[in-house]
């Protein structure tokens, strides 16, 4: 059954609850521009350097995998009708252990601390059990309410938490590894564990977020049905046949793998190119600030293919740190930044309205939560940051350029945000005025 339009506010959980995820991106990305900033030519000349290991995990867990849990806990309820088990006291204890715990890993890292990894060891296993039981229990518990037309973002929804499970397992056996300093057996670990983060749970979480928001907020045709059908099985089929022949590591077996990471990346750039011919088709003529951070996500997706075609041939180390960029700095922070442009201002929008039994003139307009105007020069300034970033990976001394305009990006969406929150917090100040002042003469008129 093809994908429907129809959202369901209604069934949005309460606002602090998504919230607090996304007001981590901001915070996050501030923290990766300092520590770019801060730790020398180290950062950006191999991946495995402690200041890449720890900018690598401010990125994904502090900045990825907030926004996206806290897509989770919204998109869920509003677009199939399933809400994660406990919402709010999942958002409380799920934002407070995976915050505390990509601190402490990225303190890890830096500082070779064990204690510190032991501290991100048990928060992030915390986090990532809970998130995972919470989902699981609610799609379970609400299957019989489950929305009609929702069967392609679920199923890639299931794949991308499979694919999370994946990875936090492999991600916490190798930090069991400097916490209490055990063996692993696994030498291409690293790379299992990066592949099914960015491919298997960024990537079909994405895809399947994107077949929902992308027609609705961008008013484009729907994704081609072949597309919603096919794509979540063949990567994640792809990756599974990547896996056991590295982990394997049989004689001869290196081309096959090699084939297998090709058709993961063709995958990969065939649902970008199906996403840019959507959004060169759509209704609305004229782009919007999203509709420019979704340009610049699916034109890096596509870019990761010749990228890691570029590796295999070359082996050469700056060109590794790019291919890391492109998915994270690249596709995910950009597809994050634009989702917030629209999100935020539906949210705020949506809970100043929903409790009221009338419309007020209080109410502000959508548009006006968060104007176009304001995030189209953050949406320029990430632009630049980023082709300086891509730069920087093969020229560090463009390290702290990079760094600078990373930061001008942060804070300017820091600012955006908090003009949006500005605007909420004034207009339910203005909205219990004038209930009161309503419920003052509704009193003076019933008297006799």
């Not at 990894?117 to 019989?144: H, P, Q, S, T």
């Not at 099914?196 to 994704?223: C, D, R, S």
């Not at 917030?340 to 409790?355: A, D, E, F, G, R």
Request: aromatic share 8%; proline share 4%; with cysteine.
């Amino acid at each position: 059954m093809l994908m429907k339009r129809i959202l369901f506010f209604d069934n949005s959980p309460s606002l602090s609850a998504t919230l607090r995820f996304f007001l981590n991106v901001p915070l996050f990305l501030v923290l990766a521009a300092v520590l770019l900033a801060t730790s020398g030519p180290q950062a950006l000349a191999s991946r495995w350097t402690p200041a890449a290991l720890a900018l690598t995990h401010l990125v994904t867990l502090g900045v990825m995998a907030s926004a996206m849990i806290g897509a989770l806990l919204q998109i869920l309820p509003v677009t199939t009708s399933i809400r994660v088990w406990r919402t709010r006291l999942t958002g409380i204890v799920v934002h407070a252990a995976l915050t505390a715990g990509t601190l402490a890993l990225a303190t890890a890292f830096l500082w070779q601390s064990q204690w510190a990894a032991r501290l991100a060891w048990v928060l992030l296993g915390l986090a990532f059990a809970w998130i995972l039981f919470a989902v699981a229990l609610g799609m379970w518990l609400d299957r019989e309410r489950r929305t009609q037309g929702s069967e392609a973002l679920l199923s890639h929804v299931q794949l991308a938490l499979v694919s999370l499970v994946l990875t936090v397992l492999m991600g916490l056996a190798m930090l069991g590894v400097r916490a209490w300093g055990s063996r692993l057996g696994i030498p291409a670990l690293t790379d299992i564990h990066g592949a099914w983060g960015l491919l298997g749970w960024l990537g079909l979480l994405l895809a399947g977020v994107t077949f929902k928001v992308i027609p609705v907020f961008q008013g484009t045709e729907l994704y081609p049905k072949r597309v919603m059908q096919w794509l979540g099985g063949i990567v994640f089929s792809l990756l599974a046949l990547w896996t056991i022949v590295r982990v394997l590591d049989l004689p001869g077996t290196a081309l096959l793998a090699d084939a297998a990471g090709m058709l993961l990346g063709a995958a990969w750039a065939g649902y970008a190119v199906a996403s840019m011919r959507l959004l060169s088709r759509r209704k609305r003529t004229a782009a919007d600030t999203t509709t420019r951070f979704w340009w610049a996500a699916m034109t890096c997706f596509a870019l990761c293919l010749p990228v890691w075609l570029w590796y295999r041939i070359s082996l050469d180390g700056r060109v590794a740190v790019l291919l890391g960029l492109l998915p994270t700095m690249g596709v995910a922070v950009s597809a994050i930044n634009g989702m917030l442009y629209k999100i935020l201002p539906v949210l705020l929008w949506n809970h100043t309205q929903m409790p009221l039994q009338e419309p007020l003139p209080q109410v502000p307009k959508l548009k006006t939560i968060l104007p176009d105007h304001l995030g189209t020069g953050q949406f320029h300034a990430h632009l630049v940051a980023l082709i300086v970033l891509a730069l920087a990976c093969l020229w560090p001394a463009l390290r702290l350029p990079a760094a600078g305009l990373t930061l001008v990006s942060a804070l300017w969406l820091t600012r955006n945000i908090a003009y949006a929150l500005g605007i909420y917090r004034r207009a339910q100040r203005e909205i219990a005025v004038a209930l009161a002042e309503q419920a003052a003469i509704d009193s003076t008129a019933a008297k006799p």
